[in-house]
C-alpha cells in the first residue's frame, strides 16, 4: 500500500505545497486546516494533476487540542493508515513587546507551539500504538536566534525545536523517526509583506526539498540546506546591536 502523509495547515503556502509534492511522489494525503473550502480545492487539484493513491480532509484547529488525536485516527482509518504526521500548522504576526500586543504572542504560541505539541503527542500515541512512524515538526531559522518583532515567534520555533529533540530521546528505539525542519524565507503568505525576505526561494522549491528531507527521515535540517546551516551559526554569534537593526 502506498506511504500517506498526515499534514496540518494544509490549505496554504507550504502545507498545501508539499501535499502537492507529496502527491506527485506518490503518497496518500490526509490534509486539514481551518478553511474547509481552500482544502476541497486543493483536494481537487491534486486528484486532477497527479492522481495519488488517496486524498482525504477534514478541518482542524489545531488549538483544539483535543480534536487531534480523534482526527489523526479517522483520517487513518480512512486511508488505512498514516505513517508520516507533519506538524505545519502556524502563524507569524510581527508582535512587539510592551505595545500591548500580548494578545498576538499568546495566539502564536497557542497556535505554534502547544498545537504542534498537541498534533505530535497525538502522532506518538497513534505511532506507539502501530509499532512505527515518523513525526516532521516545522520550527524556523528564528528558532536560532531571539528576533526582534518576532519574540513570540523565535520563542515558539525554539520551544518546539527543543520539545522535539526531548521526544527524540523519549522515544528512542521505539521506531519513530523524528524530523525537525528550520526553514529560512519562503515565499508564502506568511511573510509576502515583509520588506527583506533574504534568500528567498519559492514555495515548490521549499516543498521539494522538504519532501526530499523527508524521505531521507534526516534529524533535522534547515531548509533550504545552504545558505541557512552557515547562516543559522552565524545568528547565534551576531551582537545584539546588529540583530536589533535586523
Ligand atoms: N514561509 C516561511 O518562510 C517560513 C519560514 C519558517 C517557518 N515557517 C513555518 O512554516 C509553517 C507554514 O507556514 P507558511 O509559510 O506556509 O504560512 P501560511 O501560508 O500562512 O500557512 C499557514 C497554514 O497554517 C494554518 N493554520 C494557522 N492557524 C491554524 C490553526 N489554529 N489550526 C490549524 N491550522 C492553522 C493555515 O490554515 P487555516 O487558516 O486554513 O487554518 C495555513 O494552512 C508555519 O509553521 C511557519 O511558521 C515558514
Redesign the pocket.
Known sequence: MAESIFI?????????AVAFEMAKRGYSLAL????MD?LKQIRDEINEKHSPPAVAVRT????HYHEVPAAIREMAGELGGIDIVYA?????LGERVGKDEFEKARETIE??LI?AIATMDAAAAYFLKKGKGHIVG?????AFRGMPRSSAYSAS?AGLAIYMEAMRAELYSKNIDITVLY????D????NKLPNRPFLISVEKGAEIIARLIEKKVKSSTVPVYPWNLVGRLLKVLPTGVISKM
Open positions: 496540518t495547515g494544509a490549505s496554504s503556502g507550504i502545507g498545501r486539514t486546516g481551518r478553511r481552500e482542524l484547529d489545531v488549538t505545519n500548522a502556524g502563524i507569524a497556535i505554534n498545537g516545522v520550527s524556523s531559522v528564528a520555533k526553514p529560512g524565507y519562503i508564502t503568505p506568511l511573510n
